[in-house]
């Protein structure tokens, strides 16, 4: 083969590899955006008045839900607690079923208003024993993760703090310092 036949070879195939290159590396973010949103996204959901009572009602709570509400990106939701059989631990993870529920799999939740209430079926009367509002942009894995596994004692005040829970009296003397 010619010298001059290789060497316009050799100069065709650089200019195409400085044409393909920088094609390549524009269509690179696009293959990570795409990775991150399939492990991030664990099969989002898209939370609506129309889906709202049958994906609710989906959830594994041990507790009995008592109402639930959805208004302008905020999820209202009371758990109910009957009887005395109920350990904190029980309450706490089904708290923190709700918040990864809320923050991990949907997509437009920005604020969740949990309660915890309890229901006196003799008086006919329902008591608030905790209240957490938990928003998206101060959630973090790790609040969530300290509230799953708390145990039957009281709260840590950071956990109280970055979830804005509230005990109510009737909590603390029933559930914590009976």
Request: aromatic fraction near 8%; avoid cysteine.
């Amino acid at each position: 083969m010619n010298r001059s036949w290789l060497i316009g070879i050799a100069m065709l195939l650089t200019a195409a590899v400085a044409v393909i290159l920088p094609r390549l590396a524009s269509l690179e973010p696009a293959l990570q955006q795409s990775r991150s949103v399939e492990t991030l996204g664990r099969g989002s959901t898209t939370l609506a008045n129309d889906n709202l009572v049958d994906v609710i009602s989906k959830l594994p709570f041990s507790l009995d839900i008592d109402s639930v509400g959805w208004k302008n990106q905020i999820l209202s939701l009371d758990l109910k607690v009957t009887g005395n059989d109920h350990e904190p631990q029980e309450l706490y993870q089904n708290m923190a079923l709700a918040v990864s529920f809320a923050f991990q799999d949907t997509e437009n939740i920005d604020q969740l208003l949990l309660r915890i209430v309890a229901e006196d079926k003799w008086l006919d009367s329902r008591r608030l024993l905790l209240a957490g509002d938990i928003r998206r942009k101060e959630w973090s894995l790790q609040l969530q993760q300290e509230l799953q596994w708390a145990g039957n004692g009281p709260l840590p005040d950071r956990l109280k703090k970055g979830f804005r829970i509230s005990e109510s009296e009737l909590w603390r003397k029933q559930f914590i310092y009976p």
